[in-house]
């Protein structure tokens, strides 16, 4: 499997949940804005969509969008970590999942955009507010987002919640979102994708 990824994007949880699982894979980084690879591969030709994360499997066969990724590499390769389909715990996985996706990345995607002012005062509030759901879930059915078992919800939100930092957002008002965060920083497989990734 190859995994194409930018550093530090929404690809990052997608690296991790690969190192969580324990399979073979190779990355290879993208660069976003002129869609190549650093191999010099046109990478429209491998997503159509131009966005990252994009997962080549041992068939040839592209698979995209980081929830789907993430979930078809456990349920493949590292089957029975994931809550069993069918079961309240998968989706409240899944819920999760999606409210990152939905609600949380897309909050922090308009500051990639250069807003100001009053502009991006609303956005900061958007996030809080965004978070807030997620600092309320935490204090009462923690200690991970889905629930009492880590599952890639967690690292894809330790991802974009990466990305206050950059914007210049406030995470500290969020306590149980911090320790959240500390834990997964703290797991092996995050470690490792953030090194190969030149994060750390």
């Not at 930018?6 to 690809?11: E, H, L, Q, R, V």
């Not at 990052?12 to 002129?34: C, M, Q, W, Y």
Request: proline residues 6%; contains cysteine; neutral net charge.
């Amino acid at each position: 499997m190859k995994l194409y990824y930018s550093p530090g994007a929404c690809s990052l949880a997608s690296h991790i949940t690969l190192n969580e699982a324990g399979v073979p894979f190779t990355a290879e980084k993208v660069d976003i804005r002129a869609k190549r690879t650093e191999t010099g591969a046109d990478f429209a030709a491998i997503n159509p969509r131009g966005a990252v994360p994009a997962l080549e499997l041992a068939d040839g066969e592209v698979l995209t969008e980081g929830v789907a990724i993430m979930q078809h590499v456990m349920d493949s390769a590292a089957p029975g970590r994931l809550p069993a389909p069918g079961t309240l715990e998968r989706a409240r996985m899944a819920e999760a999942l999606n409210y990152v996706a939905a609600e949380v990345h897309k909050s922090y995607s308009p500051f990639f955009g250069g807003i100001e002012g009053e502009a991006k005062e609303k956005q900061y509030a958007l996030v809080d507010a965004r978070l807030k759901v997620v600092e309320d879930r935490l204090a009462r059915r923690g200690p991970w987002i889905a629930g009492k078992d880590y599952t890639p919800a967690d690292a894809y939100l330790f991802t974009v919640t990466n990305w206050s930092q950059i914007v210049g957002h406030d995470l500290t008002k969020f306590p149980h979102v911090v320790a959240l965060r500390e834990r997964v920083a703290a797991r092996p497989a995050v470690r490792k994708a953030m090194q190969a990734e030149g994060l750390v």
